[in-house]
């Protein structure tokens, strides 16, 4: 795929096809993660994909309890968003495989680590757009650090950064409209 299409085509991704995604094709898309810039090269970035269905269902029902924790803030959206958010945190969209990216706890550059991950995953989800594969970064998984950490055996000197649901856009996704800042927003020539 030509590469400003693939920048183009990535959207979150929050309706899947009841897939897996082979572990060879996600083992690459790691590995394309891995080339990103990390500060002082130091690549403090840790990768963790569930594909286990038992463990992908306790992580599903981890995330459907967001739907209570944050009834105020759903309750705020319009009907549509409503129905999509939904059915996206009943049952993950039906996302069959979940990355959870970790850095070194009390590191003395958090914040660069933090940059450097985020580098990592951005390299991680256009590579899957440009393999016909959607992503959705799930910050909301983050307000369940603890159990998942428990339930993936997360080692206790590691933090968790970013939460991806990758798998095959089910055959209606469409992306949600984006409202967009204009560049005279935020671009300044100096
Ligand atoms: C750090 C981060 C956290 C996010 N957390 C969530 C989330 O918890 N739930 C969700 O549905 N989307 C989440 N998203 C996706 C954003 O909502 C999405 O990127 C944004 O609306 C723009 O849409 P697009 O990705 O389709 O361009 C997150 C994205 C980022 C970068």
Redesign the pocket.
């Known amino acids: 795929m030509d590469f400003q299409n693939t920048i183009n085509l ?3 991704v ?1 309706s899947f096809e009841p897939k897996k995604v082979p572990k060879t094709i996600l083992k690459s898309l790691i590995k394309n993660a891995t080339k990103a810039p990390s500060s002082g090269n130091d690549q403090n970035w840790k990768f963790y994909v569930v594909s286990e269905t038992n463990t992908r269902n306790k992580l599903a029902k981890l995330l459907s309890k967001s739907l209570n924790k944050f009834k105020g803030e759903f309750d705020k959206l319009s009907p549509k968003l409503q129905k999509i ?1 939904n059915e ?1 945190y009943s049952d993950l969209g039906g996302c069959q495989n979940i990355i959870f990216a970790y850095i070194p706890k009390r590191l003395n550059f958090r914040d660069s680590a933090i940059a450097s991950i985020s580098c990592a995953c951005q390299n991680l989800m256009l590579s899957a757009t440009n393999k016909e594969l959607g992503t ?6 983050k307000g369940f650090e603890k159990e998942i950490n428990k339930l993936l055996e997360i080692p206790k000197n590691e933090e968790l950064v ?1 939460s991806i649901l990758i798998g095959y856009p089910s055959k209606d996704f469409k ?2 409209k ?1 409202m967009k800042k204009k560049i005279s927003d935020v671009l300044t020539f100096i």
């Open positions: 990535r959207h979150s929050r958010t996206f959705c970064w799930v910050g909301t998984f970013a992306p949600l984006r």
